[in-house]
């Protein structure tokens, strides 16, 4: 079966994996590997100091970029369950996932309330 | 003040059971009598050098109570064992000039109770004056979520996460010893408490004539992004003398 | 030692001194406030914190990473036993999953 990603990439262990996680595990690589690219054409664009038709240029290159190196395309997904909604990023869980374990009482310091 | 309705009592009562500095004790001497005493502790103390220098020491430890520990011989427990059950010991301050105020955070109150009692034992032992532990205030961070996995919305339940904070003070040490104090008490850190040190130094009055004689190898002046590099400055340096940006950079 | 101000410096001066501050600390002098997009620049890069989410393989070794390193041991994951077993009990019963479209 062929890599479905244009790149190859190292498939995360520690968390739960389905195919909604890898490909938003391929965007954060991509970001990371192409920040310095896409600051550097951004600095160019939004420097009014430089002619008029560098910065332009500078725009169009940056929105020619792929939009996997996006940094807008990462969503933060759930680590238990791989659920892209209601994620709260203390604990990088899903609600029903970090209700399970608070009830648990597997996450430090937290407790169920009452007042 | 306690008042009390009959005074001998109170007095026994004080007799009984303070352990703090005597008041009552303290006794007048004539300055030649003082002369006398420092010369002899002075001496004392010289004599106790000495010693240090010598050959092994000889091991004489201190006791608090005389119980025999059960089960392992005739040994009694080492004084600094036995304080563990008590309040940490503090040395009183000479000067009061803060050297360090030290932040210990967690979710476990008595891990970090553990952390600072230690610290402060050790900061007795180096012969550090610390404050007392002081509770600094608690978060708690509330989070509610829906009940059901899926549909009724309205069912909520409540979480809450309590963070506990504690600080603790340290004073008139030298900057050799805090780094000593401060990096044993980093290697016997727990990894459920996260400390934060915040050291002050104090430069002595000349300070700026001190660095009028600091030669220009020792300062190392921060750079700009222009000849630094920086990571994306470079690229934009790259960029710009490509092809793409040139026929745009000659108009 | 000590030298009181009579008056304030003029406004120019005050310019002067602020501008050789920032040179002696590497800050970039822009009085006019010209959008010149340093705040590109000046911010932290945020793509090592972005790949750590899911966090870094190398932290710590898996299981089937110890059947790798020892295939002598012949070390069976009991999570992955039972999943098996229930594949191929369902299968049994005719429950499993459909079979690849062939063409």
């Not at chain 1, 890599?3 to 391929?26: G, S, T, W």
Request: charged share 30%.
């Amino acid at each position: 079966m062929p890599f479905r990603f244009p790149v190859k990439f190292e498939i995360p262990k520690h968390c739960y994996v389905n195919a909604r996680v890898l490909k938003d595990q391929f965007k954060r690589i991509q970001y990371a590997e192409h920040e310095v690219t896409r600051n550097a054409l951004k600095h160019i664009a939004r420097n009014t100091e430089l002619a008029g038709s560098v910065r332009l240029e500078a725009q169009l290159q940056l929105a020619a970029m792929p939009k996997y190196t996006s940094p807008t395309q990462i969503r933060d997904r759930c680590v238990a369950s791989g659920n892209g909604k209601w994620v709260i990023k203390d604990f990088k869980l899903n609600r029903t996932a970090f209700r399970e374990r608070a009830r648990a009482g597997i996450i430090p310091g937290v407790t169920k309330a009452s007042w | 003040m306690i008042r009390t309705g009959s005074k001998r009592l109170l007095g026994l009562n004080l007799r009984l059971f303070s352990t703090g500095p005597k008041l009552f004790a303290a006794q007048k001497l004539t300055p030649a009598e003082l002369l006398q005493q420092k010369t002899q502790e002075k001496l004392q103390q010289q004599e106790f050098e000495k010693s240090l220098l010598q050959g092994e020491l000889e091991y004489k430890p201190k006791y608090l109570s005389e119980n025999a520990v059960k089960g392992s011989g005739t040994k009694p427990i080492p004084i600094n064992v036995e304080l563990l059950k008590y309040k940490p010991i503090r040395l009183p301050k000479t000067h009061g000039h803060k050297v360090v105020s030290m932040k210990f955070r967690g979710y476990d109150e008595t891990d970090i109770n553990i952390a600072i009692e230690f610290a402060s034992r050790a900061a007795f032992y180096l012969g550090i004056p610390v404050s007392g532990i002081m509770k600094q205030k608690t978060e708690k961070r509330l989070y509610t979520v829906i009940k059901s996995p899926f549909a009724q919305a309205k069912s909520k339940e409540n979480f809450y996460r309590t963070t506990f904070n504690y600080k603790l003070d340290a004073f008139d040490a030298n900057p050799e010893v805090v780094d000593l104090w401060l990096s044993y008490v980093n290697k016997h850190a727990l990894e459920t408490v996260h400390y934060t040190a915040k050291i002050i130094t104090r430069e002595s009055a000349n300070f700026v004539e001190q660095l009028d004689s600091v030669s220009v190898e020792d300062v190392k002046i921060p750079e700009g992004f222009k000849d630094s590099n920086d990571p994306i400055m470079s690229k934009v340096d790259e960029l710009l003398k490509s092809d793409a940006f040139k026929k745009h950079m000659d108009q | 030692m000590s030298v009181v101000l009579k008056k304030l410096p003029t406004k120019e001066r005050l310019l002067q001194a602020k501008k050789l501050s920032a040179e002696i600390f590497g800050e970039i002098w822009n009085p006019q406030s010209v959008r010149n997009g340093a705040k590109i620049l000046r911010a932290p890069l945020k793509g090592p914190e972005v790949v750590k989410y899911y966090g870094t393989n190398d932290s710590m070794p898996t299981f089937k990473d110890f059947k790798e390193w020892f295939p002598e041991l012949k070390l069976v994951d009991p999570r992955e036993e039972i999943r098996m077993n229930m594949v191929i009990s369902r299968k049994k019963r005719n429950k499993g999953a459909p079979k690849k479209k062939s063409s």
